[in-house]
């Protein structure tokens, strides 16, 4: 009870010195405050689909994407006539929608509703460059075909960090468990993404950790530039170039400098810009830009390991695979 | 050569793809050809990551059989409504999905749970491990892709 008292003062109290001051609030340290959870999901995605021809679309179009993606999940959440059976072979569906929580719309910035996360290249499409994609395919092919130990499988089904660019960074939404923590101390910054329990400790001024020092979320040092949280990421770990999402599907190369920038721009809502700069992966620089909103609820441990039943369960199905092919 | 290579890269990822929508593949997990319509008791549901599982005692000639049907994450789970009081043990519900590819059943037949319901056909609200092969059905693009 004290702690829902405690949180429920708290976000009075934001919400009032926003309210009452107009002024950014500010932690007992003196940086500007980020802290709280929030949370990416949404209907926009990084790259502009292909019935947008713009970034900004009209809330017509906006009413329509979010109807016809509430319309697909009600058909997908009834596969079934009452008493019918699935049968072999056929489409085996989709997720339930109780289980994703992809966004009901697409977001908005400054009150324009956008068609992607990307803001340069202006079409809303990748720069990539494609010699360098098609070299990364064959280990990707590998990394879910082959189950002869753990390793061979994929950072996500070994519970080692989320799937896509969950993480980040940049930190990208996906279909589910969309959802950040920002706490702050002194020097420090860490946000903690929900799936799988990843933690990014931003260093405030901080020094480079040594080239042979590879986090899993890349090595991130930020600054504050007015109200403005700059970060900076280098020292991407090798494991997590390619990040494979429904929604994106993005490489990340070890050098690539990944810069970030939180701004609080009101109680309920950071703006989080990125950029990507990765000469080997892109003809060009890419930017984006989304809000991140306040989130209802806490996040809970996240503890994947010890529940992954399906490592277990992925290659007992690989071995019975063996034996019937013999 | 620059089609070929996107080519090449499209055909890898379009498998990477079933990976990637979930914590792992349906396909990696379960059998698209072995498909399950059970009825039984809840006996046991583990709320837990990187997905909820519910124990299901099944009972035909052969005596009682416990299944173990795959769920989603209980974070969103959570957000969504579904909590302890929604499955306790005892509720009858009837599972429409897929055997894993092991179907051993040693100890626990193990499924997942594509469509569950209560008997008078509410949803309890359950979901595939990823799509199999098609989408996920998320995303109103999917249909599309199709």
């Given at each position: 009870m004290k702690s829902i008292k405690g949180t429920v003062l708290f976000f009075l109290i934001t919400v009032f010195s926003y309210a009452e001051a107009g002024e950014v609030m500010t932690t007992w340290f003196g940086d500007p405050d980020l802290q709280g959870t929030w949370t990416n999901a949404s209907l926009t995605t990084l790259e502009?689909?292909?019935?947008y021809t713009s970034l900004l679309?009209?809330?017509e179009q906006a009413n329509s994407a979010a109807?016809?993606?509430?319309?697909?999940?009600?058909?997908?959440?009834?596969?079934?006539?009452?008493?019918?059976?699935?049968?072999?072979?056929?489409?085996?569906?989709?997720?339930?929608?109780?289980?994703?929580?992809?966004?009901?719309?697409?977001?908005?910035?400054?009150?324009?509703?956008?068609?992607?996360?990307?803001?340069?290249?202006?079409?809303?499409?990748?720069?990539?460059?494609?010699?360098?994609?098609?070299?990364?395919?064959?280990?990707?092919?590998?990394?879910?075909?082959?189950?002869?130990?753990?390793?061979?499988?994929?950072?996500?089904?070994?519970?080692?960090?989320?799937?896509?660019?969950?993480?980040?960074?940049?930190?990208?939404?996906?279909?589910?468990n969309n959802n950040y923590q920002i706490v702050q101390s002194p020097g420090y910054v860490m946000i903690l993404v929900e799936m799988v329990h990843d933690a990014r400790i931003i260093r405030l001024e901080g020094s480079p950790l040594p080239d042979h020092i590879k986090p899993w979320l890349g090595d991130s040092i930020g600054h504050w530039e007015g109200n403005t949280l700059v970060v900076k990421t280098k020292n991407h770990h090798l494991q997590q170039?390619?990040?494979?999402?429904?929604?994106?599907?993005?490489?990340?190369?070890?050098?690539?400098?990944?810069?970030?920038?939180?701004?609080?721009?009101?109680?309920?809502?950071?703006?989080?810009?990125?950029?990507?700069?990765?000469?080997?992966?892109?003809?060009?620089?890419?930017?984006?830009?989304?809000?991140?909103?306040?989130?209802?609820?806490?996040?809970?441990?996240?503890?994947?390991?010890?529940?992954?039943?399906?490592?277990?369960?992925?290659?007992?199905?690989?071995?019975?695979?063996?034996?019937r092919n013999q | 050569m620059k089609i070929i290579i996107r080519i090449i890269f499209c055909l890898s990822f379009g498998a990477l793809t079933l990976q990637a929508n979930a914590h792992h593949a349906f396909t990696a997990e379960f059998d698209p050809k072995a498909p399950i319509n059970i009825t039984g008791k809840v006996v046991k549901v583990e709320w837990i990551n990187p997905h909820a599982w519910v124990h299901v005692e099944v009972e035909d000639e052969k005596g009682k059989i416990?299944?173990?049907?795959?769920?989603?994450?209980?974070?969103?789970?959570?957000?969504?409504?579904?909590?302890?009081?929604?499955?306790?043990?005892?509720?009858?519900?009837?599972?429409?999905?897929?055997?894993?590819?092991?179907?051993?059943?040693?100890?626990?037949?193990?499924?997942?749970?594509?469509?569950?319901t209560f008997p008078d056909g509410s949803k309890v609200f359950m979901g595939s491990s990823g799509t199999g092969a098609p989408r996920d059905g998320a995303d109103p693009r999917d249909s599309k892709r199709k």
């Open positions: 502009r689909p292909d019935n679309v009209t809330e109807t016809l993606a509430a319309d697909f999940t009600e058909a997908i959440d009834n596969p079934y006539e009452e008493g019918e059976s699935p049968k072999a072979g056929e489409n085996v569906g989709g997720y339930n929608t109780a289980w994703m929580d992809p966004g009901t719309q697409l977001f908005q910035i400054n009150g324009e509703y956008r068609s992607s996360i990307l803001t340069y290249p202006e079409d809303g499409k990748l720069p990539r460059k494609w010699i360098t994609w098609g070299i990364e395919a064959p280990s990707i092919y590998r990394m879910f075909t082959r189950a002869n130990h753990p390793e061979q499988r994929s950072l996500g089904e070994r519970c080692l960090v989320g799937f896509g660019s969950s993480g980040g960074p940049p930190m990208l939404n996906v279909l589910y170039r390619f990040r494979g999402a429904i929604r994106h599907q993005i490489l990340i190369t070890e050098n690539a400098e990944v810069t970030e920038k939180f701004t609080r721009t009101s109680a309920d809502e950071i703006l989080y810009e990125f950029s990507v700069n990765d000469d080997v992966a892109y003809k060009d620089v890419w930017r984006g830009e989304m809000p991140l909103r306040r989130a209802e609820g806490n996040i809970y441990e996240y503890a994947c390991h010890e529940g992954n039943y399906s490592m277990a369960n992925i290659l007992a199905g690989a071995r019975e695979e063996e034996r | 416990i299944w173990m049907v795959e769920g989603g994450t209980p974070n969103t789970l959570i957000r969504n409504g579904i909590t302890r009081e929604t499955l306790v043990p005892g509720t009858v519900i009837i599972v429409r999905g897929y055997q894993s590819k092991g179907r051993l059943c040693l100890p626990r037949c193990i499924a997942n749970g594509r469509d569950v």
